[in-house]
């Protein structure tokens, strides 16, 4: 859209332009009592931009638990906040920056992260870790395997021409990841990398960050305090980004997207550390009132927002905004998403001492307008008054949309869709060595190392080490023992195309069962919900389902949901990706000493495979939505696994008692690929130590596929000194879990795997370590 | 005897260097403030790791004009002890008090991870608590760690025994595979004629405590503390 000056005169074809439907504008005009001039008019389109308003969701979200003995702050603020003991609280939140990411994947991460960031110093917390959830299109040939009923990949050329912008997309991305986290000074902890066709053009890039402060010293952003001077602080403000709210975010993909590349912004990582450092150091003068980031929508959401949560009016100047450009309008300075920028409230009086600490630190920090009484937003330019609107009103009393909703008329499957078997001993093997290989399950090790995982030295638990990302906090420290955070990330778009609400469900259990097997207890979630179109009736039926699934598992599994995001329009070309909410679990471990690792630790332990459930065999249906039947059968159909609440709590509390007791030397939980990469990976983990294990087929059924690539949940894997299986056997029985002996660690340092009396996989740890390890870096063909 | 934590804009491993000094070392450690020109009475410097103004330009070229660099200077002339960590060893190089460049990985990509160091010299105030061919386990973190230097620099730092670590693998070769960016002669860490200044690109005060997987790095701060108080009592 060509930028404006203000005199161009607002039509119904201009706020169409603007993303505004005609209602949507009829309601500005009652709202103003009048006409909106341009700069208004960006202004409305900005903050009613489903991104911003959450027009579409805000009616789902509200069945959402958001209410915990642990939460301090629910959702609304910048951040959720969770009291973690001791005069503690956490500030976590996750969001997603998916449409920057694929017009330009390097900047795109870069400002995810950065901005996310800021939500957590803003609230007062210093940032102590990032996790990030990213699904890319496939990058191999046979990765472009999804169920009958989506809308199927083209011919191989095209498949060629999409992985080939599928690494150059995975690769920004993790470049864009890392060069700020590792810059600003905080560790990525974790994540997940996932593939899948539907991600091709639509890359999801969802950061997390986590932050702890002092309780009292938390900050919220209500402007108070009629008279208080507005102050700006941090980088100038210049043309990215205009519109990337509303135009970018709000929008679906079409061929011309990549035109959009102006709408992203750009990120300064080192600008951000300053900011930091002197946000925390200002807050501490006593001399701050309210704070708030300038992330999506800028200048426009942090005033707006202030005010309307402060009950109180905003008036700025925007000739005193600091401005990396000349000859900005008034329309570009409220619309620009140029990063790495604060607005804040300071007592009457004390403008000096905020000030004086930007300036220790190099930074703009300029006073460009008041708190007023009245609840006017109100922008001067040069004494002109450029826009004038209520602010409660155009922050809270944008469109609220109850969309339709219709669930998806799909032909019934039946069995002749789903995998039939037949795979002997050599060829199981050789089918285990492929799994491992494939992008999902082998090692990420090739984009861990690309991130600095242990700057701030508390990360007990890096990427891969442990089934949850576990720090310390040092702050906790009393009579040397300190207390620990653990955090993951999941959720698995197939399982949601399939059924979203169990496919939702699964997205908590996992996470809570990962921060389980690292030994804390889940005590709160955030979600970052990443859709198609809202304007599709298919697409609210997903959401309304993945909600009610995710309000079903957050409340069995203890977890409110503290915060978290809204991505829509995630669609190129018409088809929306698969239903995709990521959930990030936040557990607490009172003894960071206590932390459970997946290696597994001496020849000789007792290996005990944990179920919560009722032991239900598999079956073909379920199996058919597994890794395993994607990476081997190249097909996708059938169900999720059966969810069950009550199983997933019983192994979570079990979990947590173990950790407790220190009776484990080793868990990981059994999820993607199933039980024969869980005991693979544990070996990997470890050093030159092997597994043999049995398995029968009274738990999983027949055939022998169920029992080494089955994914049903709420089951583990747990290695135990001889000694102490009595012991674990007690705590299981207590928790109601059941628990079998399957086999032992040895020395010999091979995998070895009976079911049924005969040898299904019998292979060197180092020959599948060899494939798994280096999968990913021989695929991308770099060094 | 005090540490002193040189803090540049940019720089984000201050605070591990500050906590492995007080909180493993026990020792007393304040933090310098880039701009300051006093050194409040420090026995020993260490410039931290980061992304001191952001590496822009080149890392390390900037932080070098910083007026805490002149005090720097100052102390190392005196014979003071200067430890520069990552990005405070590529300012160390920039300021000219240690020899040699740092270049972008061979690799082109930022790398974290655990490799070996072996302790190559331990007559200098940084190594004399290890023993002779000592293999450390230390994190490395970083874009531009590939070290290299002249031909005629290199025989002069050989011949006057300045080069203290080089990377190696597990078992302590020196080889291209124990390498990770391809540093000249596997070189790790360099000290200055006089010994006592020295830097290094892998990060000792990220390997002070076992429950972080290892503890290692003691051997080069415990060096250091053992130096001073051999100073004091001499």
């Known amino acids: ?783 | 005897m005090k540490f002193g934590v040189v803090v540049f804009p940019g720089s984000n491993c201050d605070h591990d260097a500050f906590h492995a000094v007080a909180n493993v070392l026990r020792q007393p450690v304040e933090f310098l403030w880039h701009q300051s020109e006093g050194l409040a009475g420090c026995d020993a410097l260490i410039l931290p790791g980061g992304f001191a103004h952001g590496d822009y330009l080149r890392t390390g070229a900037i932080a070098r004009f910083s007026p805490v660099m002149k005090s720097v200077a100052k102390f190392a002339e005196a014979g003071g002890p200067v430890l520069g960590i990552c990005n405070g060893f590529q300012i160390l190089l920039e300021a000219g008090l240690l020899p040699g460049a740092v270049m972008r990985n061979s690799g082109l990509r930022y790398i974290c991870r655990y490799v070996h160091i072996r302790v190559e010299q331990t007559e200098t105030p940084f190594t004399n608590a290890a023993h002779a061919g000592q293999i450390l386990k230390i994190p490395i973190a970083h874009n531009d760690g590939c070290y290299t230097l002249d031909e005629e620099g290199l025989a002069e730092l050989e011949r006057n025994r300045q080069i203290l670590f080089r990377y190696t693998t597990a078992d302590g070769k020196n080889d291209a595979a124990g390498n990770p960016n391809g540093s000249l002669h596997n070189i790790a860490g360099v000290c200055n004629r006089q010994r006592n200044v020295a830097g290094l690109m892998p990060h000792p005060e990220r390997a002070v405590e076992s429950a972080l997987d290892s503890a290692d790095g003691l051997v080069i701060l415990n060096s250091m503390v053992g130096a001073l108080a051999g100073a004091a009592k001499a």
């Open chain 1, 1 to 783: 859209m060509a930028t404006a000056s203000t005199e161009i005169k607002v039509t119904a074809e201009i706020a169409a332009e603007h993303g505004l439907t005609g209602e949507e504008y009829a309601r500005v005009q009652k709202i103003l009592g009048r006409d909106a001039n341009i700069t208004e008019l960006g202004i409305f389109s900005v903050m009613w931009s489903e991104h911003c308003s959450y027009k579409s969701s805000k009616v789902h979200l509200k069945r959402l638990p958001t209410r915990g003995k642990v939460v301090v702050q629910g959702p609304g603020e910048n951040a959720g906040v969770v009291d973690i003991g001791d005069g503690l609280v956490a500030a976590f939140k996750i969001e997603s920056h998916n449409h920057p990411s694929f017009v330009e994947p390097f900047q795109g991460a870069n400002t995810g992260v950065g901005g996310i960031l800021r939500d957590i110093f803003t609230m007062g917390a210093r940032p102590i870790a990032i996790l990030d959830s990213l699904r890319f299109g496939p990058i191999t040939a046979d990765g472009f395997v999804a169920p009958k009923s989506y809308p199927a990949a083209a011919d191989t050329a095209t498949n060629a021409t999409a992985i080939a912008a599928n690494r150059r997309i995975l690769d920004g991305v993790i470049r864009g990841v890392a060069n700020y986290g590792n810059c600003f000074g905080v560790p990525t902890v974790g994540g997940e990398v996932c593939f899948e066709p539907c991600y091709s053009q639509n890359p999801l890039v969802n950061a997390l960050a986590l932050g702890i402060a002092r309780k009292e010293d938390i900050f919220l952003a209500k402007a108070k305090g009629v008279g208080n001077p507005v102050i700006y602080v941090g980088a100038k403000t210049g043309r990215d980004g205009i519109h990337g709210a509303s135009l970018l975010a709000s929008a679906e993909f079409t061929e011309e997207s990549q035109q959009k590349r102006p709408n992203v912004q750009v990120g300064d990582p080192f600008v951000e550390k300053l900011l930091l450092e002197a946000c925390l150091e200002a807050m501490q003068t006593g001399a701050i009132v309210a704070i708030q980031d300038m992330g999506a929508a800028g200048l426009t959401c942090s005033t707006t927002e202030m005010a309307s949560r402060g009950g109180t009016g905003i008036e700025i100047d925007l000739a005193k905004v600091p401005q990396r450009e000349t000859g900005m309008t008034p329309y570009e300075i409220m619309l620009s998403e140029s990063q790495e920028r604060m607005l804040l409230v300071a007592q009457r009086g004390r403008e000096s001492e905020v000030l004086d600490v930007f300036k220790k630190w190099g930074l703009d920090a300029v006073v460009v307008g008041e708190v007023k009484d009245g609840g006017l937003m109100r922008v001067k330019d040069r004494g002109r008054v450029v826009a004038e609107i209520p602010a409660h009103p155009l922050a809270e009393e944008g469109p609220v949309y109850q969309r339709p909703l219709g669930a998806p008329v799909r032909r019934a499957e039946t069995a002749a869709d789903w995998f039939a078997f037949g795979a002997a001993g050599a060829e199981l093997t050789e089918h285990f060595v492929k799994l491992l290989s494939a992008p999902a399950i082998a090692s990420k090790r090739w984009i861990t190392e690309q991130y600095d995982t242990m700057v701030r030295t508390n990360t007990l638990a890096a990427p891969g080490a442990s089934d949850a990302a576990v720090v310390r906090i040092k702050e906790s420290e009393k009579n040397g023992v300190m207390r620990a955070l653990a955090l993951s990330t999941d959720g698995n778009g197939r399982w949601c195309y399939l059924n979203p609400r169990v496919g939702a469900m699964h997205a908590v259990a996992e996470a809570a069962r990962n921060v389980a097997c690292s030994g804390a207890r889940p005590i709160a979630a955030t979600n970052c919900l990443n859709f198609g179109s809202p304007e599709k009736p298919e697409v609210m039926w997903q959401f309304s389902e993945a909600i009610d699934g995710l309000t079903e598992a957050c409340e069995a599994l203890g977890t409110p949901i503290t915060g978290g995001n809204v991505s829509f329009y995630n669609e190129t070309l018409g088809s929306s990706i698969y239903p995709t909410p990521v959930i990030g679990v936040l557990g607490i471990l009172d003894d960071a000493a206590k932390v459970v690792k997946i290696a597994v630790r001496a020849a000789g332990d007792v290996i005990l495979l944990l179920d919560g459930g009722s032991r239900q065999k598999h079956s073909a249906q379920e199996f058919s939505s597994s890794e395993y039947c994607k990476t081997i059968a190249g097909m996708v159909g059938g169900e999720p696994p059966a969810m069950d609440l009550g199983a997933e709590k019983r192994l979570i509390d079990c979990m947590i008692a173990l950790a407790g007791e220190r009776a484990v030397q080793s868990a990981h939980d059994v999820s993607d690929g199933g039980l024969a990469v869980t005991l693979a990976e544990s070996c990997f983990a470890a050093k030159n130590l092997g597994v043999e294990v049995t398995l029968g087929s009274d738990e999983t059924g027949t055939p022998a596929e169920y029992a080494l690539f089955g994914e049903r949940g709420a089951r583990a894997v747990v290695s135990v000194g001889p000694e102490k299986v009595a012991a674990v056997l007690a705590i299981t029985r207590q928790c109601g879990v059941a628990a079998r002996a399957i086999g032992h660690v040895t020395q010999n340092a091979d995998l070895r795997i009976q079911y049924e009396g005969s040898t299904v996989v019998d292979s060197a740890v180092e020959t599948l370590r060899d494939v798994w390890a280096h999968s990913l870096e021989r695929t991308l063909r770099v060094q």
